[in-house]
């Protein structure tokens, strides 16, 4: 049974920072890719970063680029998004997603397999 579950979410102020972790159990994070996804209320999901565990390249969105780090723990079957200088439109409901090897496209929901419940993420002051 292949699962990931989140956890980190939270309510935090303006500027601050979370991490979220993805912790994946029935396979071994050792040939995928894993991609971190949000939603926002009334908004579509969007890709926000993803890391491929085999060689460690990552990806990240433009609006995102700079204030979040997305790195892997393989030994912990693990994967981490560090979240700095959050802003009020970084609210959502964060998932982690997988596929085996390399995604087709990184940003796409439709190249992952394997999705967790989502954590929440509140940004306000």
């Known amino acids: 049974q292949v699962q990931l579950v989140e956890s980190g979410g939270g309510l935090v102020q303006p500027g601050g920072s979370l991490r979220l972790s993805c912790a994946a159990s029935g396979f071994t994070l050792d040939a995928y890719t894993i991609a971190w996804f949000r939603q926002a209320p009334g908004k579509e999901r969007e890709g926000v970063s993803s890391i491929s565990t085999s060689d460690g390249s990552t990806y990240y969105a433009d609006s995102v680029k700079g204030r979040f780090t997305v790195s892997r723990d393989n030994s912990k079957n693990t994967v981490y998004l560090q979240m700095n200088s959050l802003k009020p439109e970084d609210t959502a409901v964060y998932y982690c997603?997988?596929?085996?090897?390399?995604?087709?496209?990184?940003?796409?929901?439709?190249?992952?397999?394997?999705w967790g419940q989502g954590t929440q993420v509140t940004v306000s002051s």
């Open positions: 997603a997988a596929d085996y090897l390399y995604a087709s496209s990184w940003w796409d929901r439709m190249s992952y397999e394997y």
